[in-house]
């Protein structure tokens, strides 16, 4: 453990960070599957509560970053989708892919390290993970924040980019075809008071609903309902 460690330590000062109690990234790089493993006799942590404090941190962050650098040119919606767009499982498991960082991940053996590697929610729970190893090891916000500008804001303008930006209706489809086969369908009608409702369904479960003065808009607040659900 201790070779993981030093290996850990310069691996993390490559990426410009200053490691203060490597046990903070060491949890953040372990795996559930390495705490049940039958070898572990060091019963460590796993990511898992990293990832719940790692996450909040990220939508502020992000949301803070659209908004200065956005307010004037962009509206609430397309500044909810940009954030949206910045903090999905793909961009982050991109990101992941990119810094190497799975290649520190602790893990069960076999199959299961193979599986476990490919997992592009693996990928992005990692990296959420990481930016609260951050926050906790240097005790102040702004640190995640330079390691953000040195990394996921490098992909804001481009993923920003009004060019770049789809409707929330494509948005939703590609997340669910990311890892299934059966697209999202939606199902709108117009109520009593002349507006449209609609229900986005994806393999049986309502995943989002909306309503507009038409039955695209229905669909799209629909979608952008659902994508909103996502990260909560």
Same mark, same amino acid.
């Given at each position: 453990?201790?070779?993981?460690?030093?290996?850990?330590?310069?691996?993390?000062?490559?990426?410009?960070?200053?490691?203060?109690?490597?046990?903070?990234?060491?949890?953040?790089?372990?795996?559930?599957?390495?705490?049940? =493993?039958?070898?572990?006799?060091? *019963? #460590?942590?796993?990511?898992?509560?990293? /990832?719940? &404090?790692?996450? !909040? @941190?990220?939508?502020?962050?992000?949301?803070?970053?659209?908004?200065?650098?956005?307010?004037?040119?962009?509206?609430?919606?397309?500044?909810?989708?940009?954030?949206?767009?910045?903090?999905?499982?793909?961009?982050?498991?991109?990101?992941?892919?990119?810094?190497?960082?799975?290649?520190?991940?602790?893990?069960?053996?076999?199959?299961?390290? =193979?599986?476990?590697?490919?997992? *592009? #929610?693996?990928?992005?729970?990692?990296? /959420?993970? &990481?930016?609260? !190893? @951050?926050?906790?090891?240097?005790?102040?916000?702004?640190?995640?924040?330079?390691?953000?500008?040195?990394?996921?804001?490098?992909?804001?303008?481009?993923?920003?980019?009004?060019?770049?930006?789809?409707?929330?209706?494509?948005?939703?489809?590609?997340?669910?075809?990311?890892?299934?086969?059966?697209?999202?369908?939606?199902?709108?009608?117009?109520?009593?008071?002349?507006?449209?409702?609609?229900?986005?369904?994806?393999?049986?479960?309502?995943?989002?609903?909306?309503?507009?003065?038409?039955?695209?808009?229905?669909?799209?607040?629909?979608?952008?309902?659902?994508?909103?659900?996502?990260?909560?």
């Amino acid at each position: 453990m201790q070779n993981y460690n030093e290996n850990l330590i310069l691996f993390l000062k490559s990426l410009g960070l200053k490691v203060n109690n490597i046990n903070n990234y060491v949890v953040a790089f372990t795996h559930g599957s390495y705490i049940h =493993s039958t070898n572990n006799k060091d *019963k #460590k942590k796993s990511y898992e509560t990293l /990832e719940f &404090l790692g996450d !909040a @941190i990220l939508q502020f962050l992000v949301s803070d970053y659209i908004y200065k650098n956005y307010q004037n040119t962009y509206e609430q919606g397309k500044m909810t989708l940009s954030r949206s767009m910045l903090v999905r499982t793909e961009t982050l498991n991109n990101l992941t892919d990119k810094l190497r960082l799975k290649h520190y991940v602790l893990t069960g053996n076999g199959n299961m390290k =193979s599986e476990i590697l490919q997992s *592009k #929610k693996v990928g992005a729970d990692l990296f /959420e993970a &990481l930016v609260a !190893a @951050i926050y906790l090891d240097e005790e102040n916000i702004e640190s995640v924040k330079n390691f953000l500008n040195k990394t996921l804001f490098k992909l804001a303008f481009k993923i920003t980019d009004s060019t770049v930006l789809k409707d929330y209706k494509t948005f939703f489809q590609e997340h669910v075809q990311s890892y299934s086969k059966v697209g999202a369908i939606y199902k709108t009608f117009q109520n009593e008071n002349k507006e449209f409702e609609s229900e986005v369904i994806h393999e049986g479960k309502i995943y989002g609903r909306g309503t507009g003065s038409s039955k695209l808009k229905a669909e799209e607040e629909a979608a952008k309902n659902a994508l909103e659900k996502l990260k909560k």
